[in-house]
């Protein structure tokens, strides 16, 4: 299911700049945690259950997380929520 959900959702920039201004299906935080600078990525795309092998899927998700120092993190979700932002492949 992860290899299908990368290959429909195009994965996160993986860089700590500020300056990127977010595409319309991209939400990025950045703080500081534990005394480390930590940032979060999520994109988002409409899909079905039959492309992604995952009954009743509406959407998927890619979640990049980088913390200073240590190896970057991602992460793929699921959800059956419908978002009237994106439309339906």
Known sequence: ????????????AADFSPLRSPRP???????INKGRPE????RT???TG??????LA????????QVQGRKDERVALVTSLVNST???P
């Open 1 to 12: 299911m992860h290899q299908n959900i990368r290959s429909l959702v195009a994965a996160p």
């Open 25 to 31: 299906t991209q939400a990025r935080t950045q703080e």
């Open 39 to 42: 940032s979060r990525s999520l």
């Open 45 to 47: 795309a409409a899909l």
């Open 50 to 55: 039959m492309q992604i092998g995952f009954p």
């Open 58 to 65: 509406e959407q998927g998700a890619l979640l990049l997380r």
């Open 86 to 88: 994106f439309p339906r």
